[in-house]
């Protein structure tokens, strides 16, 4: 017998923690590049929220542009291929750039913009995510500026999504998928 109840979710981290977070990696990126500019490079859907914080959050003169790459589909298992869906709009030569990715998984993305980022020749290349899961790394990659380290869970809200649903949460929650 099928039930389309909804899957359980349980809050992992409340958006006052996240305010409080974001505010002290914005501050972190504000004293690194004191007196320079710096360009954040926003990975499509996930880290639209992310972005968008720590972008007003930091007291330097920022530029912002996105790329969006392909990775989970409408699973919650990567697939372990990455394709690009939309490239930057502009060049980042020369630009103290900063990827910003809602979570750092199994570490394809982000290996995989970090090649491709680097053959442009920015100045400096760093790399913001909001979550880090280090248990579920397949390829060893890390971040320069990381919100929370979380354990090895699927979790929603504050930008991450489960087959488009939940983006919008203001709580980063824990969902518990059935089986299969
Ligand atoms: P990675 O290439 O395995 O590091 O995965 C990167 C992408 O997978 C992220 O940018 C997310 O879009 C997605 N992802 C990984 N873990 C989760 C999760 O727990 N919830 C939602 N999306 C996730």
Same mark, same amino acid.
């Given at each position: ?17 996240i305010?409080r977070r ?6 972190q990126?504000?004293?690194d ?9 926003g990975?499509?859907k996930?880290a639209?929220? =992310?972005?968008?914080?720590l972008a007003?959050?930091? &007291?330097?003169e920022t ?7 392909a ?15 939309? &490239?930057l709009?502009?060049s980042?030569a020369?630009?103290?750039?900063i990827?910003?990715? &809602? ?6 993305t982000l290996?995989?913009?970090l090649?491709l ?7 400096t290349l760093?790399v ?8 579920r ?7 320069d500026y990381?919100?929370?380290t979380i354990?090895?869970? =699927?979790?929603?809200g504050?930008g ?5 649903h939940?983006?919008s949460?203001k &709580?980063?929650c824990i969902?518990?998928?059935?089986r299969?």
């Amino acid at each position: 017998m099928s039930t389309n109840r909804p899957p359980k979710r349980r809050v992992l981290i409340r958006h006052a923690a996240i305010e409080r977070r974001v505010r002290e990696v914005a501050r972190q990126i504000t004293r690194d590049f004191k007196g320079q500019r710096v360009h954040l490079v926003g990975v499509l859907k996930g880290a639209c929220f =992310f972005l968008v914080d720590l972008a007003r959050e930091i &007291d330097l003169e920022t530029s912002i542009d996105f790329i969006a790459v392909a990775s989970y589909g409408r699973s919650s298992e990567s697939s372990g291929q990455v394709r690009m869906l939309k &490239d930057l709009d502009s060049s980042i030569a020369g630009l103290n750039v900063i990827v910003v990715e &809602d979570i750092l998984d199994t570490g394809l993305t982000l290996n995989y913009l970090l090649r491709l980022l680097r053959q442009r020749r920015p100045k400096t290349l760093r790399v913001a995510a909001f979550l880090d899961k280090p248990a579920r790394r397949v390829q060893p990659v890390k971040a320069d500026y990381i919100g929370f380290t979380i354990p090895n869970e =699927f979790v929603v809200g504050y930008g991450l999504d489960h087959a488009e649903h939940y983006r919008s949460l203001k &709580d980063v929650c824990i969902l518990r998928l059935p089986r299969g």
